[in-house]
């Protein structure tokens, strides 16, 4: 798929991963609708004006199946397709699992899973009429690998590889693709935080002895939207800690 001219809706766009990815594809050329649960602020939409392509920002809940719809409607009506969906939004809970609620469970799983469910339903139907489009859910290693303190996340995540392979299968003869990308450790506000010793434990399990950045994932979806032949796989980008 040629990116330049194309419109993408990005959820979970405002910041870190969601917000690098949407200033990639506006870089070459593509037309972006930015996403979150509040407003976007101007100092984000100010940053897409060297591009020259059109930004759309629409807010809303990607747990609630009306919303979902009602945002790539609104994203239709502004840019006039959306032609490749990223789901990208997702929150954390992180508790052991004997302290861990029934509400922290489903919360997590109701944004990051329910979430692409209800964007990736809204969005099938167009793009069957279509013919064409891209969708690429952002999974996690955690999703492959589980984490202590993570099994609802674990669970969303690992959900997200299982809806992702099962739509590839329904769509692909509509020329739609369905992938996954699985980010490793990167580099973001969450790990700056930490110690250098707990980074450097963290790095140790890394083969590459490194965290990734927002950069390598960014390309990696641009890739992803473009590739007319790969359909249903998980990418991880996490240095080989996941390598079978």
């Given at each position: 798929?040629e990116?330049?001219?194309?419109?993408v809706?990005?959820?979970?766009?405002?910041?870190?991963?969601?917000?690098?990815?949407?200033?990639?594809?506006?870089?070459?050329?593509?037309n972006?609708?930015?996403?979150?649960?509040?407003?976007?602020?101007a100092?984000?939409?100010a940053?897409?004006?060297?591009y020259?392509?059109?930004?759309?920002?629409?807010?809303?809940?990607?747990?609630?199946?009306?919303?979902?719809?009602?945002?790539?409607?609104?994203?239709?009506?502004?840019?006039g397709?959306?032609?490749?969906?990223?789901?990208?939004?997702?929150?954390?809970?992180?508790k052991?699992?004997?302290?861990?609620?029934?509400?922290?469970?489903?919360?997590?799983l109701?944004?990051?899973?329910?979430?692409?469910?209800?964007?990736?339903?809204?969005?099938?139907?167009?793009?069957?009429?279509?013919?064409?489009?891209?969708i690429?859910?952002?999974?996690?290693?955690?999703?492959?690998?589980?984490?202590?303190?993570?099994?609802?996340?674990?669970?969303?995540?690992?959900?997200?590889?299982?809806?992702?392979?099962?739509?590839?299968?329904?769509?692909?003869?509509?020329?739609?693709?369905?992938?996954?990308?699985?980010?490793?450790?990167?580099?973001?506000?969450?790990?700056?935080?930490?110690?250098?010793?707990?980074?450097?434990?963290?790095?140790?399990?890394?083969?590459?002895?490194?965290?990734?950045?927002?950069?390598?994932?960014?390309?990696?979806?641009?890739f992803?939207?473009?590739?007319?032949?790969?359909?249903?796989?998980?990418?991880?980008?996490?240095?080989?800690?996941?390598?079978?």
């Amino acid at each position: 798929m040629e990116i330049k001219n194309k419109n993408v809706f990005i959820t979970g766009s405002t910041r870190g991963i969601g917000l690098a990815i949407a200033h990639h594809f506006a870089a070459i050329g593509a037309n972006v609708v930015l996403n979150g649960r509040s407003e976007v602020s101007a100092e984000v939409l100010a940053s897409f004006d060297q591009y020259g392509v059109k930004v759309a920002a629409i807010s809303g809940d990607v747990s609630d199946a009306a919303d979902a719809k009602r945002m790539i409607e609104a994203a239709t009506e502004a840019l006039g397709s959306v032609d490749i969906l990223i789901n990208n939004a997702g929150i954390t809970a992180d508790k052991l699992m004997l302290k861990m609620t029934a509400d922290d469970f489903e919360k997590v799983l109701k944004i990051n899973l329910t979430g692409a469910f209800n964007m990736t339903q809204a969005v099938l139907k167009p793009m069957s009429k279509a013919r064409q489009g891209a969708i690429i859910n952002m999974t996690s290693v955690v999703g492959l690998m589980g984490n202590i303190g993570q099994a609802n996340y674990a669970a969303s995540k690992a959900g997200l590889i299982g809806l992702t392979k099962s739509v590839a299968r329904e769509v692909a003869g509509r020329n739609i693709r369905v992938n996954a990308i699985a980010p490793g450790f990167v580099e973001s506000d969450m790990t700056d935080v930490l110690s250098d010793k707990v980074k450097d434990a963290m790095k140790a399990q890394i083969p590459m002895k490194r965290f990734g950045n927002t950069e390598e994932i960014a390309t990696t979806a641009v890739f992803l939207a473009s590739q007319e032949y790969i359909t249903g796989q998980t990418i991880a980008i996490d240095g080989g800690l996941t390598m079978q």
